[in-house]
């Protein structure tokens, strides 16, 4: 980077040899300088610039309450209004570890209350981190989850804030994201789509295969189909 800065490379120095258990003493003793505290010269974690950086967590259960707590802050801080979005399920015929629904079924239609369960369970009661309810608002920031389109920077891992987004109904007559628009936040190169300002990039939504867990623990084979992204106050060690 051109702008560099001396603690920049100290940093990304120390970065690499955590990698590999190889930090030196001059590592520790800058590590130990960035340690958030109340003296005069430590970093201040309630520090504007700090309020809304994602935290990195150990276990998807801690990113999805951090995100959860996270969106009803943000939208209470910024005089905005949460909307909820979610995802259209259809059940699949994979075999889960536990039986769930009579195997003699002949559709793929979810009941009432197993589809209102299955959207109050945070993105990690599906292995593929699939959300079945996302909860939205205006300049909330948000992680790309799938490699929409590398040429225009809607990569998994990027990271972006909502602009808007556009609605249908679904077959249950939930309102779900037909489009979400979202502005990427510093992308390796500026993007201009036609028709929309710049940076600013449509996700669209994706039927994904996934397995879900309810709160019994049972699991349930599912075909769900959502935009996939997921708010970004918290990520977990992987995902960083």
């Known amino acids: 980077q051109a702008t560099q800065t001396v603690e920049d490379t100290q940093l990304r120095t120390a970065l690499e040899n955590m ?10 003793a800058f590590l130990r300088t960035r340690i958030a505290g109340r003296g005069p010269n430590d970093p201040k974690l309630a520090q504007k610039r700090f309020r809304n950086v994602s935290i990195i ?19 209470v801080e910024n005089g905005q209004t949460l909307h909820s979005f979610y995802s259209i ?14 195997p003699v079924r002949k559709s793929n239609v979810i ?28 300049s909330l920031p948000v992680m790309l989850k799938h490699n929409d ?12 804030t909502v602009v808007s987004w556009q609605t249908a109904k679904g077959p249950e ?17 500026t ?18 295969a996934t397995m879900c867990t309810l709160p019994n623990d049972d699991e349930i084979s599912l075909s769900r189909d959502q ?3 997921l708010p970004n106050f918290a990520m977990t060690d992987y995902s960083s």
């Open 19 to 28: 990698r590999y258990k190889a930090c030196t003493p001059d590592d520790i």
């Open 57 to 75: 967590t150990a276990r998807n259960a801690q990113r999805d309450k951090i995100n959860e707590l996270g969106c009803e802050r943000f939208a």
């Open 89 to 102: 399920d259809r059940q699949k015929g994979g075999r889960p570890k536990k039986t769930l629904i009579d």
């Open 111 to 138: 009941a009432p209350h197993l589809q209102r369960i299955l959207w109050d369970q945070p993105p990690a009661s599906s292995n593929k981190h699939v959300a079945g309810k996302l909860t939205l608002c205006v």
């Open 149 to 160: 389109a590398t040429e225009c920077c809607i990569t998994k891992g990027a990271e972006a």
């Open 173 to 189: 007559g939930q309102t779900v994201l037909d489009t979400l628009f979202v502005k990427l936040k510093d992308p390796p190169k």
């Open 191 to 208: 993007v201009k789509i036609e028709g929309l300002p710049e940076n600013v990039v449509p996700i669209t939504r994706h039927t994904t």
């Open 227 to 229: 935009v996939l992204v």
